[in-house]
């Protein structure tokens, strides 16, 4: 499996890129930061790629300001869970009101071809198997990509649900607590330890580390 990444310059986010080798086609997840589409065809040059998709893992603008571009230079669609579409167009309606305010008079439209996911759904891409898994609590659609391929490689790309010692935050419109606790419980928890996890923030890390060490998955340990 073939993973390449950049950080966009909103909120340092993680853009990555994923595909079964050199010289195939891949997949965009979370184009953030303004246009970015010239460090993805950087990357796809680079290793011979050709994107077919792009993947959002939530809607907050950090992770979706370039979909629009980048969907439109590459014909390709955008896939996003169906609770998070309407940010595409309407961002600040999951952003705190003061940086809201700062997109007040900025437009925003979606890709002309946007296709909503749903919880368990799979896709089949790149000749592998990829899961689409919900786990709200950062946002109400927030998404996991679940990586597999023939050989045995696997990759979780978790967006801003879980980092490196920590998760996303949850305090902001249509974030819950709640939900980020019975996601961590029940989607996170019972994931395979080794499983590499390529978050929306900061450095690669797995499971079983942040098991031992991610003080939210400690303390869900105790309550297990």
């Given amino acids: 499996m073939l993973i390449a990444s950049f950080i966009a310059p909103i909120a ?6 994923i595909a079964a080798g050199a010289g195939q086609e891949c997949i965009v997840i979370d184009p953030g930061g303004p246009d970015v589409t010239l460090q993805i065809s950087q990357i796809c040059q680079g290793h011979g790629l050709k994107p077919v998709a792009t993947f959002i893992t939530h809607g907050h603008i950090d992770h979706t300001f370039s ?3 980048t969907c439109q230079g590459y014909d390709i669609p955008a896939y996003i869970h169906s609770e998070d579409r309407i940010l595409l167009t309407h961002p600040e309606r999951a952003l705190h009101p003061l940086f809201a305010a700062t ?3 900025s437009t925003f439209t979606e890709p002309s071809d946007v296709r909503e996911l749903r ?14 898994i919900h786990a709200p609590g950062h946002t109400r659609g927030s998404m996991l990509f679940y990586f597999s391929d023939d050989t045995g490689d ?13 998760i996303g935050r949850t305090d902001q419109p249509t974030g819950s607590s709640k939900d980020m606790e019975n996601t961590l419980r029940t989607k996170i928890w019972p ?4 499983l590499r996890v390529l978050p929306g923030h900061g450095r690669e890390t797995t499971i079983g580390y942040e098991k031992l060490v991610n003080p939210f998955l400690k303390e869900l340990r105790l309550q297990l």
């Fill in 12 to 17: 340092a986010a993680n853009c990555w890129i």
């Fill in 103 to 105: 997109l007040e008079g």
């Fill in 154 to 166: 696997e990759a979780l790309i978790t967006g801003d649900v879980l980092f490196a010692g920590s």
């Fill in 67 to 69: 979909v629009l571009p």
């Fill in 119 to 132: 919880n368990g759904d799979l896709l089949q891409f790149l000749g592998m198997k990829i899961k689409a």
């Fill in 191 to 194: 994931l395979p330890e080794g």
